[in-house]
């Protein structure tokens, strides 16, 4: 009976792998097919701006109203939490500038981003694939893949260090704004030099190759999903979760790896 | 002319299409007709390139698709036209921009001489005023006609139609069938229509093959359909009252003529 059982797990672990091999090996191909130089130039370069447009620029007021609350409330919160007199008042404008600069901006935004940009790609591409779009692109002699998903990994590539920065401006201006607020115990004057304090450059280049790598995850897993939907708007639907959640915990695994690898 | 020789085609298993054998010849609307699920969609989705059969050739002109790589099949796509049962127009361009998309991905002729193209195409499927309208704004009738305006675009030797009348109604059929037969005239395309609507059978069948569960049961044209004694054929056929009475008609007709 044991034996019988344990059969069954090592059954169940064989086919989870398989199924995984399988998807990294159709992930894999997709890009192969992806990657490579466009058919027409011109038409590259019209989709590209059209999906920075449609996946980068539509994407700056959430980041700069999330940037700039997120900002304000960790400046506040710090500041409740180090209520001590041996830690000096610019610990404060330190402490926030670093977590903004080294995770919010960068991994915490990119994955709200995964969420947003990422459904679109998927659901996009996956009403395309269930419409019969991708197949009649195949038929005219188009390579879909490249056609389709290029541009939207170029263009958020090229875009996500910017609202990246962005993100770091407006959500240290929120940090900024809570100082000059009464009854947080902090003042503008000690905010402003606890920003400026032992500041490492690296730390934003940092970021930005992070936020340059999960934009390649985002846009390459959502088209992934989107890609390979067979069936109909349902199917849509539940690939379209799938990228979100896939995408988020690559993000995550990058973050881990890329931190050791960097900063360490 | 595309000719497919002894193609077979499985799944997992299970026989989809068996020893199909057909000469479908240019100028001609050739038509497939045969149940759901008779394994029409499979023939033609072979005869695309879009699955590769198990065995079998399919000849372009004497070029064998099957036995050509992938640089060869999309030279050879870029001969071909395609008609979705869908229609499959890009959501995100308006309808002279689906038209255009061929020739801008194509063609070699300067902008201003592929929009001429594009609109005489739209023209000639009497669509010239909606070229400015996104697909959802457009009736379906509407977007089938948009949907061979950019098949025919880069002027195709061969016309593909899955389903051109699902979704219409009878009059707006009989349109798309009349402008789909025209144009295989004026073109002197070789178009296979892949369909079970029994009125396109009877206004457009040229030449018409039925299969039944994968098998090639009958082969002819509009004239002979009516008359066969393939019983497998007459059941597809006859299923609907309206053709029934049709017979009985002729019969009476027939009959009548001898007395």
């Given at each position: ?264 | ?222 004239d002979e359909v009516i008359t066969s004694n393939?019983?497998?054929?007459n059941?597809?056929?006859f299923?609907?009252d309206l053709f029934r009475k049709v017979k009985e008609v002729e019969e009476n007709e027939l009959l009548g003529g001898k007395s």
């Amino acid at each position: 009976m044991k034996e019988l059982n344990y059969l069954c797990k090592l059954k169940l672990i064989y086919k989870i792998m398989n199924k995984a091999l399988q998807r990294l090996g159709e992930y894999v191909l997709l890009m192969k097919k992806c990657i490579t130089l466009p058919d027409r130039w011109s038409m590259f370069f019209k989709q590209l701006v059209r999906e920075i447009y449609k996946l980068g620029v539509d994407s700056l007021w959430i980041v700069i109203i999330i940037s700039v609350f997120i900002g304000t409330v960790i400046a506040i919160q710090i500041s409740l939490n180090i209520h001590s007199p041996l830690i000096p008042k610019f610990t404060i404008g330190y402490t926030t500038r670093e977590i903004v600069l080294l995770e919010f901006s960068s991994s915490i935004m990119c994955l709200i981003l995964a969420g947003k940009v990422g459904s679109n790609i998927a659901s996009e591409i996956g009403t395309m694939r269930v419409t019969e779009q991708i197949d009649a692109m195949e038929i005219m002699g188009v390579n879909s893949a490249n056609f389709l998903i290029l541009p939207k990994m170029v263009g958020l590539m090229v875009f996500i260090p910017v609202l990246v920065i962005i993100s770091m401006f407006t959500g240290i201006l929120g940090g900024i704004a809570a100082s000059h607020s009464s009854g947080t115990g902090m003042t503008p004057a000690s905010f402003e030099y606890g920003l400026q304090y032992f500041f490492t450059e690296f730390y934003v280049w940092y970021s930005i190759i992070k936020s340059i790598i999960y934009a390649f995850i985002i846009s390459s897993i959502s088209a992934y999903f989107g890609y390979n939907v067979r069936g109909g708007a349902l199917d849509v639907g539940k690939a379209s979760t799938n990228a979100v959640v896939m995408s988020s915990i690559m993000i995550l695994l990058a973050d881990v790896i890329m931190t050791k690898i960097m900063l360490t | 002319m595309v000719e497919i020789k002894h193609i077979y085609k499985s799944f997992e298993g299970r026989i989809v299409l068996n020893d199909i054998n057909a000469i479908f010849e240019s100028g001609k609307t050739n038509l497939i007709i045969g149940r759901s699920g008779s394994g029409k969609t499979v023939l033609i989705k072979d005869i695309i390139g879009l699955l590769r059969p198990d065995k079998g050739e399919i000849l372009y002109d004497g070029r064998d698709l099957t036995s050509m790589d992938k640089h060869e099949l999309n030279m050879l796509r870029r001969e071909m036209g395609m008609l979705f049962q869908g229609s499959a127009l890009f959501d995100s361009m308006t309808v002279l921009e689906n038209v255009t998309f061929p020739l801008d991905m194509f063609s070699m002729q300067s902008s201003k001489e592929r929009l001429k193209r594009a609109q005489f195409c739209l023209d000639r499927v009497n669509l010239s005023e909606a070229g400015n309208l996104y697909p959802s704004e457009i009736s379906g009738g509407m977007m089938k006609r948009a949907a061979i305006a950019r098949a025919i675009a880069l002027n195709p030797k061969y016309l593909f139609c899955d389903e051109p009348n699902s979704g219409l109604d009878p009059k707006t059929a009989l349109l798309i069938d009349d402008l789909i037969h025209d144009i295989t005239k004026e073109y002197n395309m070789t178009t296979i229509i892949n369909t079970h609507d029994m009125n396109s059978v009877m206004n457009i069948g040229e030449n018409i093959i039925f299969i039944k569960e994968g098998v090639k049961e009958w082969q002819g044209n509009k004239d002979e359909v009516i008359t066969s004694n393939n019983q497998a054929l007459n059941d597809f056929i006859f299923a609907s009252d309206l053709f029934r009475k049709v017979k009985e008609v002729e019969e009476n007709e027939l009959l009548g003529g001898k007395s």
